[in-house]
């Protein structure tokens, strides 16, 4: 009996299915087709920052957001803080994009060319719906187009690159 032990261990291996670790485009035809992004070349400004790629959005514009899809969030009140609004836009953003890594980001300048103005308060950083940045991992996770395609109609804005108002050593993890 314990003779055909290994032999049984032998033919169970041999059936097992691995899949890969980090699926492909090529390994599974189940994975869309993810967005087309060039990385541009750090400027000055851009110098020991993160480079951001997303949609130029002001506070007054996720409030609005928030408040026209009132009827969408169970619960909702006229109590409602500004920051939750801010919080359930963002909410209402990965749901109706599908595409759950979207982050709310702060940002100093477009990464292109850091002279073009940002509509915001002078002096201040001003919000990025962040759906990737230049780091390797995040890239790997970016946005399908039709994911990109119902942003846009939605925030009615076309990303771009920017600077990360915040330096590496804020993160964890660099």
Same mark, same amino acid.
């Given at each position: 009996?314990?003779?055909?032990? %290994?032999?049984?261990?032998? *033919? /169970? ?12 485009? +090529? ?12 990385? %541009? ?8 920052? =993160? ?26 009140? %006229? ?9 359930? +836009? ?6 109706? *994009? ?25 002096? =201040? *950083? ?28 939605? /925030? ?10 915040? %330096? ?7």
């Amino acid at each position: 009996m314990s003779s055909q032990m %290994p032999s049984l261990t032998r *033919s /169970i291996k041999a059936m097992s299915l691995q899949q890969p670790r980090n699926p492909t485009k +090529a390994t599974n035809k189940a994975i869309p087709d993810q967005i087309n992004l060039t990385v %541009p070349y750090r400027t000055p400004a851009a110098k020991d920052h =993160r480079i951001l790629y997303g949609f130029p959005v002001s506070h007054e514009w996720l409030v609005s957001y928030c408040e026209q899809n009132a009827h969408r969030i169970k619960g909702y009140g %006229p109590t409602v803080s500004l920051g939750t609004k801010t919080y359930l +836009a963002m909410k209402l953003l990965r749901v109706s *994009s599908r595409f759950k890594n979207l982050t709310m980001e702060g940002v100093t300048c477009n990464a292109r060319d850091p002279s073009l103005k940002l509509k915001g308060s002078p002096g =201040r *950083s001003f919000r990025v719906v962040c759906v990737c940045t230049s780091m390797r991992s995040s890239c790997e996770k970016r946005p399908t187009q039709a994911q990109m395609d119902i942003l846009r109609s939605i /925030i009615q804005q076309e990303p771009d690159w920017y600077v990360d108002v915040n %330096p590496p050593s804020y993160y964890s993890g660099y």
